[in-house]
């Protein structure tokens, strides 16, 4: 028997990506692993301690703060992001004079920094001259006046608010995509039973795109974890009062102020299985086939 020739083209267009993973994923995650055994300032000899990183890890409250901030912050971002651009996109689907330029403005935001977001909202949240309070002064409301960064109640939302802001035109234009891609005649069909708008919404349009729904709230909930350190390291860097401290702020601290590497590794390690475990449990129960009968 002949034996089947192997296209070898195919494996050598994914090389490059595979190579390129293993060495700026894999490999550092793995050697992250190793390191959470050890006792290691970065400078001297590792000395290894077995699981004592973790069971420091365990035993420190500052840290378990920051994983509940984390996923305070994750839900909330996520919820919002995904409700607020999944209305724009329903608004913004239809056709009218200037959709597009309310299409652009609401996109912009996507392509700016953390940085850059991160001053701007600095300077808008400012408690004296920022335009946040200004604009509550001017219109009446001095009662809503809030320090809304050096305030521990309200700190972490007033960041939350940020990230949605950044991110919703980017999400919105994920549904605007899936909206589009429902047949018309399934609404008229719908209209010729006698549904109504929450009707289509729920046997209709939510369906069809339940594709598109997924990734918005994969990518929402995972970039929440292990993305937000730019804006909260801009914004407050963990206050006050650790209370808009997050689990990447504080591993950051740990690793490069206290010089403990072994210990954040081990914090990243478990942040790694928390995220592994949510994301496993979002996915399990948001997944099924799209309806296109």
């Known amino acids: 028997m002949r034996k089947k020739k192997i296209d070898a083209f ?3 267009m994914c090389l490059a990506a595979v190579v390129l993973f293993t060495l700026f994923v894999v490999l550092p995650f793995a050697v992250g692993v190793y390191t959470s055994f050890f006792k290691w300032d970065g400078f001297s000899d590792m000395k290894f301690n077995g699981l004592k990183n973790y069971l420091y890890v365990f035993q420190d409250d500052i840290y378990w703060k920051a994983i509940k901030n984390t996923f305070v912050y994750a ?13 724009l996109a329903s608004i913004l689907v239809k056709n009218f004079f200037g959709r597009t330029f309310f299409r652009t403005a609401i996109y912009i935001p996507v392509t700016l920094s953390y ?6 909202w600095v300077w808008i949240y400012n408690p004296t001259f920022g335009l946040l309070n200004s604009f509550l002064s001017a219109v009446g409301l001095d009662q809503l006046i809030l320090g809304w960064l050096s305030d521990a109640r309200v700190a972490l939302f007033a960041i939350i608010a940020v990230d949605v802001w950044k991110w919703i035109g980017y999400h919105m ?6 909206l589009q891609a429902v047949p018309k005649d399934l609404y008229e069909a719908a209209e010729i039973d006698g549904a109504g708008p929450l009707a289509k ?20 909930i995972t970039g929440a974890f292990v993305a937000n350190y730019d804006i909260v390291y801009i914004m407050t860097d963990g206050g006050p009062y650790h209370s808009t401290e997050v689990s990447l702020t504080y591993i950051m601290k740990t ?9 954040a590794n081990a914090m990243s390690v478990i942040l790694f299985l ?3 475990v949510f994301g496993f449990i979002q ?3 948001m997944s099924h086939e799209d309806v296109y009968d």
């Open 10 to 12: 195919p494996y050598l």
């Open 75 to 87: 839900i909330l971002v996520t919820v919002l992001k995904n409700v607020i651009a999944f209305f």
């Open 115 to 120: 940085i850059v977001i991160g001053i701007l």
């Open 173 to 178: 234009v994920l549904y605007i995509a899936g």
């Open 201 to 220: 919404l729920r046997y209709v349009t939510l369906p069809m795109i339940n594709s598109t729904i997924v990734i918005n709230v994969l990518m929402s």
């Open 255 to 263: 690793a490069f102020t206290d010089y403990n590497f072994g210990k």
């Open 274 to 276: 928390m995220v592994l």
């Open 283 to 285: 996915l399990k129960f």
